[in-house]
């Protein structure tokens, strides 16, 4: 069975910080991979997609994430954080539309 | 706002009662998928459907759940004989088969049996 691992589950930083959010997949055939982020009181929304091509997607508020094949491995980041980031982050990754999400990472940013 | 939604929000009940819950798609999403979320945890897959079938189920999913579509649009997850266990967040999502795999979710049932 496909896994999900997000090694950092609690993350606190300063505003401007920069940001890296590991995720790891244990499936070795054509997976499609997400990142989804819970800001507080709000559902889920997706921050991030990789399905082909160019493996370092870009998505909304900066955030960017690098399909690295070799490692299963899909990590987020963003190079200067807001306070307005403070949210939880899933790492997912899909396989024939059975989507799997990591336990999330909690990220607090100080002002 | 034609986000997807779910009804109710809240609910508390006593183990051993029956429980249903409602979710409304975005209108023109053909795939719905039901999840359920505990405290420190990720979503965890239960069951989705295209149109009105329901193509995969979680071996979570027990015998005392049961979910429908009956016309393809909203769709219904009944829990039965609730137990302590059962309680935590049920989230909805749907989604477009145009677009590979983006999912849209609402905002969640937190259920709660005493």
């Known amino acids: 069975a496909q896994s999900v691992s997000q090694h950092n589950h609690h993350v606190i930083l300063s505003e401007a910080a920069s940001l890296e959010l590991g995720c790891n997949y244990s499936y070795g055939g054509t997976v499609n991979l997400f990142w989804y982020v819970q800001y507080p009181g709000q559902h889920l929304q997706l921050l991030l997609k990789?399905?082909?091509?160019?493996?370092l997607v870009k998505g909304i508020k900066g955030f960017e994430a690098e399909f690295i094949k070799s490692k299963f491995s899909f990590n987020l980041r963003k190079p200067s954080v807001q306070w307005s980031d403070t949210a939880e982050y899933f790492c997912?990754?899909?396989?024939?539309?059975?989507?799997?999400f990591g336990r999330g990472t909690s990220l607090i940013v100080h002002p | 706002d034609t986000g997807v939604s779910q009804n109710p929000r809240h609910k508390i009940t006593k183990r051993g009662q029956n429980v249903t819950f409602r979710c409304d798609p975005i209108s023109e999403h053909n795939r719905l998928y039901w999840y359920r979320q505990t405290l420190g945890q990720g979503p965890e897959f239960l069951t989705y459907f295209q149109n009105e079938a329901q193509l995969e189920k979680s071996r979570l999913l027990s015998d005392r759940f049961s979910a429908e579509r009956p016309k393809g649009s909203f769709s219904t997850l009944e829990i039965q004989r609730t137990e302590q266990g059962d309680s935590a967040m049920y989230l909805c999502a749907s989604s477009s088969d145009r677009v590979v795999e983006t999912q849209y979710f609402g905002p969640g049932t937190r259920l709660l049996v005493l």
């Open positions: 990789y399905f082909s091509g160019d493996p």
């Open positions: 997912a990754v899909d396989e024939s539309y059975i989507p799997t």
